[in-house]
């Protein structure tokens, strides 16, 4: 299972908010444990789900630092100003056990 939360939120984005999370099991987007869900930062996130669900390093992904190998983070493809009116939104990537 994969918790996928926003970490930070740089200019506007009209969908998500900081601490915002998504939750996949792969293939499944869990919709109860979701707060939201744009389709510009999942084109991003979808790319890196499955092999993270499955224990890949985030380090040798070049995801995260040496010194952060729980965790990934990932970027929406939206890039802001002055190229557009949104914004980019950070994301964590961390596997979790339940």
């Known amino acids: ?21 998504i939750v996949i099991t792969d293939p499944r987007i869990i919709l109860d444990e979701t707060d939201a869900l744009c389709t510009h930062a999942l084109s991003s996130l979808l790319h890196y789900t ?11 992904l070049g995801l995260s630092k040496s010194n952060d190998k729980k965790n990934a983070y990932v970027q929406c493809v939206d890039p802001g100003r002055p190229y557009t009116d949104g914004g980019t939104v950070i994301f964590r990537i961390r596997r979790i056990e339940k």
């Open 50 to 60: 499955l092999v993270l669900e499955k224990g890949a390093d985030p380090v040798e």
């Open 1 to 21: 299972m994969l918790e996928i939360e926003v970490v930070e939120v740089r200019g506007y984005c009209p969908v998500h908010k900081m601490g915002d999370k």
